[in-house]
């Protein structure tokens, strides 16, 4: 049964920085099938980062729109892990935010870490 165990969330002021980590166990999963998503108070879940095969040129990474050039997404195979380091961090950012991963490319996430709170104050 495969798991995923997110870290690393706090409260933190505008401006500063956060460090998630994900922690996939029970099966590995390909770099492209792990991502990241984030659910504010009273807003469906959504989208931040993850990896997308690109054929000949590879494994690219890929933003939403409004984190763009502040958050950056990365993986460590060895440790079967995912990370997610948020710099300039808004007031609006402040989201439960949900490790995800799936067993094939441009297929619905269905495994889902419990979340972890990231609270920016302005």
């Known amino acids: 049964q495969a798991q995923l165990v997110e870290s690393g969330g706090g409260l933190v002021q505008a401006g500063g920085s956060l460090r998630l980590s994900c922690a996939a166990s029970?099966?590995?999963?390909?770099?492209?099938?792990m991502g990241w998503f984030r659910q504010a108070p009273g807003k469906d879940r959504n989208f931040v980062a993850g990896?997308?095969?690109?054929?000949?040129?590879?494994?690219?990474?890929t933003y939403a729109d409004s984190v763009k050039g502040r958050f950056t997404i990365s993986r460590d195979n060895a440790e079967n892990a995912v990370y997610l380091q948020m710099n300039s961090l808004k007031p609006e950012d402040t989201a439960v935010y949900y490790c995800a991963a799936r067993n094939y490319d441009s297929t619905p996430y269905t495994y889902w870490g419990q979340g972890t709170q990231v609270t920016v104050s302005s």
């Open positions: 990896f997308r095969w690109s054929g000949i040129s590879g494994i690219s990474t």
């Open positions: 029970g099966r590995t999963f390909s770099t492209y099938n």
